[in-house]
């Protein structure tokens, strides 16, 4: 699956996420993806590299967006594909295409 969202229009899908599936929810997706966070402010999202103590490393909301239209968050051999995770993946996707 292709990432739809057009380049201007990144920042207002990934804040209507936030929005509508919650915060909680996309910390989840955030965690499970490349174990990344959310910044308190939710514009930002951070890898902390604890191993080496390198301090903190960047995501853009683009490529965050671009793994949730892959086909990576339903690869059974990455992730579970309970109906939970399946459900949360299809609801986050239809958040994100409504801008």
């Known amino acids: ?26 910390e989840h997706l955030l965690a499970e993806w490349e174990s990344c966070e959310l910044s308190e402010d939710g514009e930002k999202i951070y890898f902390t590299d604890t191993r080496s103590g390198t301090g903190k490393w960047a995501y853009t909301k683009a490529e965050f967006l671009a793994w949730l239209f892959s086909d990576e968050p339903l690869d059974p051999v990455k992730y579970v594909q309970d109906q939970e995770w399946i459900g949360l993946i299809n609801s986050a996707r239809e958040t994100a295409r409504s801008v």
């Open 1 to 26: 699956m292709k990432n739809t969202i057009p380049r201007n229009k990144v920042g207002k899908a990934f804040a209507q996420l936030i929005e509508k599936i919650g915060r909680g929810e996309v």
